[in-house]
């Protein structure tokens, strides 16, 4: 049999070594899911929480006879909050009220110890992820500004603890979206025809995501198509890949 031709190396792996970062040095195999949860989503609940109180002072400042104020969101508060919207998954009622509801028959005293019915709701209410001031800053080109913040901590956060290996992919994920948004795309042969398409770089073994792209530009200029590819490449490069 002829021999097989040679693979040509277009570009030396010149990346760390994969794997755990220095970053996340104190993480051990004993450590426990929430050390590895909070290594990750610590700072969005600081942003969160620090969001979410300047917002609530905003809309108190549009009235001129203020009505009383509520103390302000702590840390724990919100963590509470995120614990209690992911359990409503799992115990699902009718209305939101019915998981504090006091009839002994259907009552969950789970929700009722952990944060009280009315704090839960101004939470809710007042949550937010940046600030709506522009403050001189034009955003009309970034249909993503109202969680800026937030995909930017994703992203950094996301890099920072696991060095990727030289074996990457790109993929492409199609999240069901019935709601309002200008960049939900209708993709007939799709069997989510509404969604909202992102792409993803992961490794190819342990699909551990690196990087994300929202597909936020579905005009019909070409240029604005490709526009996720020009960050995506740029990441790559910075790796070392």
Not at 24 to 50: D, G, K, Q, R
Not at 108 to 115: D, E, M, R, S
Request: a positive charge.
């Amino acid at each position: 049999m002829p021999p097989k031709p040679q693979r040509h190396l277009v570009h030396n792996f010149i990346g760390a070594p994969n794997g755990k970062s220095s970053e996340a040095a104190h993480i051990t195999p004993v450590s426990t899911p929430l050390s590895i949860l909070l290594l990750y989503f610590a700072e969005i609940v600081t942003l969160l929480v620090l969001e979410m109180n300047h917002y609530y002072h905003q809309f108190l400042d549009n009235f001129e006879d203020r009505p009383s104020p509520q103390r302000d969101m702590t840390e724990a508060e919100m963590f509470s909050f995120l614990a209690l919207t992911l359990q409503m998954g799992h115990t699902v009622q009718d209305r939101l009220e019915d998981y504090w509801m006091k009839m002994e028959q259907l009552r969950i005293p789970f929700y009722g110890q952990t944060l009280a019915h009315a704090r839960y709701c101004h939470i809710l209410r007042f949550l937010h992820f940046t600030d709506n001031n522009t403050n001189g800053v034009d955003r009309t080109d970034d249909r993503l500004w109202k969680i800026r913040d937030l995909f930017e901590i994703i992203w950094t956060n996301f890099s920072k603890f696991c060095n990727p290996s030289e074996h990457l992919a790109v993929d492409e994920v199609i999240v069901k979206f019935k709601g309002r948004v200008l960049f939900k795309q209708y993709i007939l042969k799709k069997r989510k025809h509404f969604s909202i398409k992102i792409q993803n770089v992961q490794t190819m073994r342990l699909y551990w995501i690196h990087m994300t792209w929202m597909f936020t530009l579905v005009k019909t200029d070409k240029r604005q198509h490709n526009t996720w590819q020009q960050p995506m490449l740029q990441w790559l490069i910075w790796q070392g890949v």
